[in-house]
């Protein structure tokens, strides 16, 4: 009976970090963070994803490009290039970069775009809607760790503890 209980609490474990693991997008995929000859390319890009809190959006670029995060529809819409706010995360680097950005903020939209010359009225800019996992309160974002493995020999140490006692 008791190792049955064992085995079970491990399997829940396992699953359930497996569930709630970050996930990694690399924006605009192997096309990166630049200026798309199609004005809806990272709209659609963002469109089939579903981010939670704790993951990472990865920006890759070649060249003069900046990331303003925003938490305004109305900045995001005009393409405001005004650097000062203070909802905004801005980076801004000329030559090959790259920046990640950790979604650490609450359920809700984030808004992304380039403020240089024209870029984002060109279409370098996406939103997303942040959810929560299955329903519930949001993750925080997890902790480093090494995954699935590191849970399931902490939880093996955890059963073979209790073994000896």
Same mark, same amino acid.
């Given at each position: 009976m008791?190792?049955?209980? @064992?085995?079970?609490?491990i399997f829940a474990m396992i699953f359930? @970090? !497996?569930v709630t693991e970050a996930t990694n997008?690399?924006?605009?995929?192997?096309?990166?963070w630049s200026v798309p000859s199609?004005?809806?390319?990272? #709209?659609?890009?963002?469109?089939?994803?579903?981010?939670?809190v704790g993951?990472?959006? @990865?920006?890759?670029?070649?060249?003069?490009?900046?990331?303003? @995060? #925003?938490?305004k529809t109305i900045d995001y819409e005009s393409c405001?290039?005004?650097w000062f706010d203070a909802l905004t995360y801005l980076v801004t680097?000329? !030559?090959?970069?790259?920046? %990640?950005?950790? %979604?650490?903020?609450? %359920? !809700?939209?984030?808004?992304f775009y380039? %403020?240089?010359?024209?870029?984002?009225?060109?279409g370098q800019k996406f939103s997303i809607n942040v959810q929560s996992h299955s329903g519930s309160s949001p993750a925080p974002a997890p902790a480093p760790s090494f995954g699935i493995l590191s849970a399931f020999l902490s939880s093996l140490a955890v059963y073979f503890f209790t073994l000896t006692r």
């Open positions: 008791g190792f049955n209980l @064992i085995g079970s609490s359930i @970090i !497996g997008y690399t924006v605009g995929d192997s096309f990166g199609n004005k809806s390319f990272y #709209t659609d890009w963002a469109s089939t994803k579903k981010f939670f993951d990472n959006l @990865i920006f890759n670029w070649n060249g003069n490009h900046s990331i303003k @995060i #925003t938490m405001n290039s005004s680097k000329n !030559g090959t970069a790259m920046s %990640i950005h950790t %979604i650490d903020a609450p %359920i !809700g939209y984030r808004y380039c %403020i240089v010359g024209n870029h984002c009225e060109l």
